[in-house]
Structures are given as C-alpha cells and as structure tokens.
C-alpha cells in the first residue's frame, strides 16, 4: 500500500508536498518567534539569566551537599554574581532577535519533527510507522532532557569556574553579553543533541550497523574520551563538578550499548 501510493505521486508532486510542509514549519516557527520576542526581557531576567546569580536551584544544591559531606570541597554561593557588558552597539538588538528565534526552535522541535514525519510516512509500511512513531516520541522526549540538563546542569556548571578563574588578580573578569549568549545556546543545544545518542544507536542498530559487541570493546576508551569531554565542558579540577558532567554522559553511553541488539552468532 505505501509502495503504491508512493509511486502514484510525481517528482512535482513530492516538491509540492515538501513545500508545504516547509511553509508549515516557517509559519510556526515565526509566530512563535514574535511572541519569543516580546516576552524576551522577561525570559532573559527570570531565566536565561538566572545562572548569573548565587541563588540559582544548582548552586544552591551543590552548597547543600557540600556542607553536609566533611571530605567534599566546599561550595559556597556566597557573593557570587556575573555582571554582563555590552560592548557592541547593536549586539542587545541582534541577540534579541537571535535568542528568541533559537528558543523558539528549541520549543517547536517535536513540531518541525512532525511536520517531516508527514512527508516521510506514506512511503513507510505499517510496521515502519509503528517503529518511526515511538523513535518520534523518545526522539522529542531526550532532546528536551538534554536541554534541561545543560540549562540546569553542565552551562551552570560551566559558568562558575570560568567566571571566577583568573590567570592572574590583576585581571578582572569583565563578561560580554555574547560570550555568555554563545556559550549558553551551544552548551544546550550540545546536550540537546548528546542525548539523541541512544536513538542514533537504536536506529543503527535497527539496521543492523551497529552491536552491542562494539560498546562492549570500546568501553574502555569510551571512559576516557567522556572524561576528556566532560574536562572540556568544565575545565576545573575539583573531581565533584567534573563527575556532575560526566555521570549524565556517561549513562546516556550505556543507554546506547542496552539498547542495541547483539551481535548475530551466524556473522
């Protein structure tokens, strides 16, 4: 049946139909956009900001565990506040502009997924859709938990050590509003797409390119390039913070490895 009605449609009519699908996706993503942007001032101060500050829920925490564990360095939350500069003319236009239609991505990915399931599913077979339909849902569920864990987790992380390390006390930390902007959207939208590795795996797996017999003989190696990304993502080296990166990555790694189908004993 989906071969059939795949062939009944023309090359023009494949165009067309990719068309309107791309307008769907445009017409959303720019009302969503405007509305982003009008709602900006109150987005930027109650959250994209909210890690600038010593009462963030993370801090916080962390100063809790600290302070109830004897052998863990000890966290503080005390006086810790980034002040951000704009030192370009047009830079707090532009990023409003940027940010807003970033986040509106963000909020509308499962949209945009959705939209391209509809051109994509009347070539699939039942069996198929079945399969796409639960990737979809894993798919959009993964990508908001990566966000969540670089908003809540690594790009706080991150900010603290690189906000307060100095090379030396002479120079001051003097933040501009783009650097933190830039470091804020790619760390999330990093862990947005890190978390879509168990489903990369799975679907590798489906086809049969990937094993569970690879994960098994590459663990090793795997441990020690995580650990070196994690070091990347907060290069500081209090081993607390670097396992708060590490673990979540990790983890997601082992997800994969489950998730992927053994090897078959004939090959």
Known sequence: MAGEQLQEMSFW????????VLI???VAL?????????AMPAIFDNVILAP????????????NITSSVSWLPQFTTDGFEVQLINIKLASQFFIHMSTSFWLALVLMFPFVLYQLWTFIAPALYPNEKRGVKTAFLIGCMMFFLGVATGYFIVFPVTLRFLADYHVSQLVPNQISLDSYMDTF??????MGLIFELPLLSWLLGSLGILHRDFFRTYRRHAVVALLALAAIITPTGDPFTLMVVFLPIYLLFELSAFLVPRASSHS
């Not at 720019?30 to 009008?38: D, G, N, P, R, Y």
């Not at 600038?52 to 100063?63: K, S, T, V």
């Not at 959207?185 to 990093?190: G, K």
């Open 13 to 20: 009519d494949h165009i067309d139909a990719l068309r309107a």
């Open 24 to 26: 769907r996706i445009v």
């Open 30 to 38: 720019v009302v969503v956009t405007i509305a982003l942007f009008c």
């Open 52 to 63: 600038c500050h010593g009462d963030f829920a993370l801090y916080r925490l962390f100063e």
């Open 185 to 190: 959207l790619m760390l999330i939208f990093v």
